[in-house]
């Protein structure tokens, strides 16, 4: 089925705003990683390019709680995009309101400005009317960039598309809705899906989706430690959501009714905090040792190749061993180093 992309919208002389994911590690004012800046660029470009009066990027950063955090603001990031771009970027320090307004309508004809932080609202994440009213009102058109945040059913993803007439996919949502709709219609084989995040509640139906279709589910972030906790192993502190035990329960029982091979860490990393200079530790994931302690990161067995081909290759009887084939190695390789800058 066609969707409606930035390419079929009328942006000459308008005021665009694109819903990116510039949720990057940000410490210290010093970016990390700006993987996810450079892959809305395409679209900030191309909306330029088409004329736009004025292009205002909409954000979350980490998760400040709905009330402004100065280690969260979005700040430099506005000097990262600009670096980028080649070009000066504006920067509102608020999303919505006067400074908002104030910013978008001094920008210069074709200028780009960058809104605080979406999640310095408690509204964004509550996904409250009157705050999608207020972002509806600073734009002319709409454009969904942001694939990672578009499950969400936040102000600036969900309630704000229904107040903008002209609304549509970026060209990074684009591309992976096409990549996605290819992988889920029409896989290759062995077809591997791998799953990270914080919550199982943020992923539940897409786990349950993914059932019927894959052959191999590798789950992992802090979403296993629920897992971990529904199969009676020790978790410390980890982060759990105790109300979604039974929820895994069902996702293992499913697979091991498929025969399908749901792969867990094999050890992780534990600490008593997340914090620079915390002392850690490497243990099994069945090690009682982690104590008062919270798993978080996956450990060298987890990483390496540990298990034989054939093993691969053997209907699972349910619950098993992390590991990966030749051909999902680079995968797992991806998926540790967007969790690691997540972290």
Same mark, same amino acid.
């Given at each position: 089925?066609? !969707?409606?992309? $930035?390419?079929?919208?009328?942006?000459?002389?308008?005021?665009?705003?694109?819903? *990116?994911?510039?949720?990057?590690?940000?410490?210290?004012?010093?970016?990390?990683?700006?993987?996810?800046?450079?892959?809305?660029?395409?679209?900030?470009?191309?909306?330029?390019?088409?004329?736009?009066? &004025?292009?205002?990027?909409?954000?979350?950063?980490?998760?400040?709680?709905?009330?402004?955090?100065?280690?969260?603001?979005?700040?430099?990031?506005?000097?990262?995009?600009?670096?980028?771009?080649?070009?000066?970027?504006?920067?509102?320090?608020?999303?919505?309101?006067?400074?908002?307004?104030?910013?978008?309508?001094?920008?210069?004809?074709?200028?780009?400005?960058?809104?605080?932080?979406?999640?310095?609202?408690?509204?964004?994440? !509550?996904?409250?009317?009157?705050?999608?009213?207020?972002?509806?009102?600073?734009?002319?058109?709409?454009?969904?960039?942001?694939?990672?945040?578009?499950?969400?059913?936040?102000?600036?993803?969900? @309630?704000? *598309?229904?107040?903008?007439?002209?609304?549509?996919?970026?060209?990074?949502?684009? !591309?992976?809705?096409?990549?996605?709709?290819?992988?889920?219609?029409?896989?290759?084989?062995?077809?591997?899906?791998?799953?990270?995040?914080?919550?199982?509640?943020?992923?539940?139906?897409?786990?349950?989706?993914?059932?019927?279709?894959?052959?191999?589910?590798? $789950?992992?972030? #802090?979403?296993?430690?629920?897992?971990?906790?529904?199969?009676?192993?020790?978790?410390?502190?980890?982060?759990?959501?105790?109300?979604?035990?039974?929820?895994?329960?069902?996702?293992? @029982?499913?697979? !091991?009714?498929?025969?399908?091979?749901?792969?867990?860490?094999?050890?992780?990393?534990?600490?008593?905090?997340?914090?620079?200079?915390?002392?850690?530790?490497?243990?099994?994931?069945?090690?009682?040792?982690?104590?008062?302690?919270?798993?978080?990161? $996956?450990?060298?067995?987890?990483?390496?190749?540990?298990?034989?081909?054939?093993?691969?290759?053997?209907?699972?009887?349910?619950?098993?061993?992390?590991? &990966?084939?030749?051909?999902?190695?680079?995968?797992? #390789?991806?998926?540790?180093?967007?969790?690691?800058?997540?972290?």
């Amino acid at each position: 089925m066609a !969707k409606r992309t $930035i390419r079929d919208l009328n942006l000459k002389g308008r005021r665009v705003f694109i819903r *990116v994911d510039f949720n990057v590690p940000l410490k210290g004012g010093v970016i990390g990683d700006d993987t996810r800046i450079r892959e809305s660029l395409p679209t900030i470009k191309y909306a330029l390019d088409a004329g736009a009066g &004025c292009v205002m990027l909409a954000s979350h950063l980490g998760r400040p709680k709905g009330k402004p955090n100065p280690d969260m603001s979005l700040r430099p990031v506005a000097a990262r995009v600009g670096d980028l771009l080649g070009r000066a970027v504006g920067f509102a320090e608020d999303c919505v309101g006067p400074a908002a307004e104030s910013a978008v309508k001094s920008a210069p004809p074709g200028g780009v400005v960058l809104l605080e932080n979406l999640r310095f609202h408690a509204e964004e994440e !509550k996904n409250d009317p009157g705050f999608a009213k207020g972002l509806a009102a600073l734009c002319d058109v709409y454009v969904n960039d942001a694939f990672g945040a578009a499950h969400r059913a936040h102000a600036s993803v969900e @309630a704000m *598309v229904r107040l903008v007439p002209d609304a549509a996919a970026g060209l990074l949502m684009e !591309k992976e809705v096409r990549y996605l709709g290819a992988a889920i219609g029409n896989p290759e084989r062995p077809f591997v899906a791998i799953i990270g995040g914080a919550k199982v509640s943020d992923k539940i139906e897409v786990i349950e989706n993914l059932i019927p279709r894959v052959d191999r589910l590798l $789950i992992g972030g #802090a979403m296993a430690y629920t897992f971990f906790k529904a199969m009676g192993k020790p978790v410390g502190k980890s982060l759990v959501e105790d109300d979604k035990l039974d929820s895994a329960r069902d996702v293992m @029982a499913r697979a !091991k009714e498929r025969g399908l091979q749901l792969l867990l860490p094999l050890d992780h990393v534990v600490a008593p905090k997340l914090e620079a200079g915390s002392p850690s530790e490497t243990l099994n994931v069945d090690d009682a040792a982690i104590g008062e302690r919270m798993g978080l990161d $996956i450990g060298p067995k987890t990483v390496g190749p540990t298990q034989v081909r054939s093993r691969m290759r053997r209907p699972s009887s349910g619950m098993d061993r992390w590991a &990966c084939s030749r051909s999902t190695r680079s995968q797992r #390789a991806r998926w540790v180093s967007r969790r690691r800058s997540r972290t």
